[in-house]
């Protein structure tokens, strides 16, 4: 089987190392990739939502699979473009249509979804730049911190939390007048729910699905949760606090109900829902959907599958998920992100990568690096590179990963020394 890859991340990366692994999988491509997918598939110069130069590569080189990483080719409609194509039909391909990806193109359709098949998140209202006076008359009744959220896809930065009820309405003036540019037309207002954080993975092919282990991102670029909002600092996984008896919980009342509300709604989906969740005193509650993987939690919770995940994804795509047989490596794993100095705001690209060749115990995941012309490793990105580790226990993977982090080294380099800190 020949699987093309499409992303450039972390993500992208650690997808590409786990297809590899499988006697399925004869050929990889990674479209457009990064240094790191380089070294085990062949990267191909095209976009995420250049469809036709992929459609022109699929036919070209015979690729039978096509996993979707990111977010935007899923809601510009990547999986419809195959299935309304005559000479694509045939390639199976790994993520839902435009009508399942607007779980996460859009806030109020997923908070509208989660109302009607009774699945627990906190309330919410949305508001335009024709509703501006209603949606401040929203904040003033609403208690502290505030919650404000662009209804389309902002790469991650669209969700600010703010204390401050002047602070609240200037914030959502300006995300109403572009901020984050047409994502934020619409403004979702959304209860503050207490508690901590944590994702859960679901591949589903509409009918079965399977649950992978669970997870907690570090978004803030300032050690203790402080800062701007990142892609990304470090992940966890499994979360410790996420047990065998809230984990039923997240079953009965999130990812059964989820499943099948998209059945109801008849929405074909097969791909990956990405959960986030709070656990409000042992309940959970759904922030938000995304219908792909996360990053970097996907550079954790991939390392601890040990089934062949072209396997998965075969069955899934055939509409036979519930036949897979999963196996869950028991030990935990770490990741900790070395990022650009200046990121999550302005940075400088091209920084010289050295050290990759002598970290121990780590899984280096690339995210945002290339080759220059002298066939150097440089950074190419905000995120730079994930250092994944196992360990029998959080500390052990931590300890792992912070050993590598000393020893890859790129001018301006910065990282969070506290991933984990919340868990321990």
Request: charged share 25%; glycine share 10%.
């Amino acid at each position: 089987m020949k699987v093309l890859v499409i992303g450039s991340g972390g993500r992208e990366h650690t997808f590409t190392w786990k297809l590899a692994q499988s006697e399925l999988v004869t050929k990889l491509y990674v479209a457009p990739g990064n240094a790191g997918t380089a070294q085990i598939a062949e990267n191909l110069k095209i976009g995420v939502s250049d469809f036709e130069e992929i459609k022109k590569a699929v036919i070209d080189r015979a690729i039978d699979m096509v996993v979707v990483g990111p977010e935007q080719p899923l809601v510009d409609g990547i999986a419809d473009f195959f299935a309304e194509d005559a000479d694509l039909q045939h390639v199976k391909v790994i993520g839902p249509k435009k009508e399942g990806a607007i779980l996460e193109g859009s806030k109020d359709y997923s908070k509208q979804f989660m109302l009607r098949h009774g699945i627990p998140t906190g309330a919410s209202e949305t508001f335009t730049h024709d509703t501006l006076e209603e949606g401040f008359a929203y904040l003033e009744k609403e208690t502290a911190p505030y919650v404000l959220k662009a209804d389309g896809l902002a790469a991650g930065k669209g969700v600010i939390i703010t204390s401050d009820l002047q602070e609240a309405k200037d914030t959502l003036k300006e995300m109403l007048q572009g901020k984050f540019g047409d994502a934020s037309s619409s403004v979702v207002i959304e209860q503050h729910l207490s508690g901590i954080e944590l994702s859960v993975f679901v591949l589903t092919d509409g009918n079965g699905y399977i649950t992978f282990p669970s997870a907690k991102d570090y978004k803030r670029i300032g050690e203790g949760d402080t800062g701007l909002n990142t892609g990304g600092m470090g992940c966890v996984s499994p979360v410790p606090f996420a047990d065998d008896e809230f984990m039923q919980k997240v079953e009965e009342r999130v990812i059964a109900p989820t499943v099948e509300g998209l059945k109801k709604d008849n929405i074909d989906f097969t791909g990956f829902l990405f959960i986030g969740l709070m656990n409000v005193n042992g309940d959970p509650y759904v922030i938000e959907y995304n219908v792909r993987m996360g990053d970097p939690e996907t550079e954790v919770v991939l390392p601890l599958l040990k089934s062949d995940l072209a396997e998965i994804f075969q069955l899934a795509a055939e509409k036979r998920l519930s036949e897979a047989k999963v196996e869950i490596d028991t030990r935990t794993a770490t990741t900790v992100m070395l990022v650009s100095g200046g990121y999550p705001e302005a940075y400088e690209k091209g920084k010289i990568i050295t050290g990759l060749d002598k970290v121990k115990n780590v899984i280096p995941f690339h995210a945002g690096t290339t080759h220059n012309e002298a066939g150097d490793v440089v950074t190419n990105g905000g995120r730079v590179i994930a250092l994944t580790a196992y360990g029998d226990s959080m500390e052990e993977a931590l300890a792992k990963s912070y050993e590598a982090v000393e020893v890859v080294e790129f001018q301006k380099k910065n990282f969070r020394s506290d991933i984990g800190f919340d868990l321990k």
